[in-house]
């Protein structure tokens, strides 16, 4: 559960603070992706999308640690 305080009555700064966080946590592509009714066929194909894009990140990762030695 995401919380946020607000301190000084600045609520601007908080909500900035909160949109950051729901960011990071992946909440509005999270929101966005149960907008609609997702076909079992296209859950398991953006998955298996999405899992493909982790491995090649965590390639290009390893290898740009790696080259940097």
């Not at 909500?15 to 907008?35: I, Y």
């Not at 194909?45 to 640690?65: G, N, P, V, W």
């Amino acid at each position: 559960m995401v919380q946020i305080f607000v301190r000084d009555n600045n609520v601007e700064q908080a909500l900035k603070a909160l949109k950051k966080k729901m960011q990071r946590e992946g909440t509005f592509r999270e929101m966005k992706r149960r907008k609609f009714y997702e076909k079992p066929s296209e859950k398991r194909a953006r998955q298996k999308a999405e899992a493909i894009r982790r491995a090649r990140k965590l390639m290009r990762k390893r290898l740009q640690r790696e080259g940097g030695l």
